[in-house]
């Protein structure tokens, strides 16, 4: 059975989110009846971590979820407070969900078109509020291959090996020039 949820509900599940994360720490304080501690069949989750050259708070990362923005896929000051709140709730690392590599393989409208050089603006904002709380940003890639739409009928589907699309559209195989390109 599917439900209706009112557009309100989407703009508190980042508080949600941030509450969840606030808990689980405070978990990790707490003293049970039996002299156990939340959390303490993981003991390092809640300390620090070398990564390459970044130290991260915890080993938490906040999942990429998509948090689409503008029709064109570009990052509103929505979206940058619903990564932000991540940041803030304790993650150590908030991933950016699905942000195309290739505008001609993409899955649906909406999603952050990374080759497209007017996005950079609404990514720095972004980076910038996640960062303001200590977080690492992290981003997912994507290229939707045999799940790739097409903003025209007619426009050709690309992917890594020749085929039928989900859409029912035969897939172009890419040559090593294209994928070396993506």
Do not use: Q, W
């Not at 990564?83 to 195309?100: F, N, Q, T």
């Amino acid at each position: 059975k599917s439900i209706n949820l009112e557009p309100s509900f989407f703009h508190i599940l980042p508080v949600i989110a941030s509450r969840l994360c606030n808990v689980i720490y405070a978990n990790t304080m707490l003293t049970y009846p039996n002299g156990g501690h939340g959390m303490s069949h993981y003991p390092k989750l809640f300390s620090t971590m070398k990564l390459g050259p970044y130290t991260l708070r915890n080993r938490i990362a906040a999942a990429p979820m998509g948090a689409h923005g503008s029709p064109d896929g570009f990052l509103t000051p929505e979206n940058a407070a619903y990564y932000e709140l991540r940041a803030k709730g304790g993650a150590a690392i908030v991933c950016l969900g699905e942000s195309m590599i290739d505008s001609k393989g993409t899955s649906h409208g909406r999603v952050t078109p990374l080759d497209d050089p007017g996005i950079l603006s609404s990514l720095v904002n972004t980076t910038d509020a996640i960062k303001r709380h200590g977080a690492i940003a992290n981003i997912e890639l994507l290229h939707a291959g045999i799940r790739s739409g097409t903003p025209k009928p007619d426009d050709p589907v690309y992917g890594p090996s020749a085929g039928t699309s989900f859409y029912g559209k035969k897939i172009i195989e890419m040559g090593d020039k294209e994928i070396d390109c993506v």
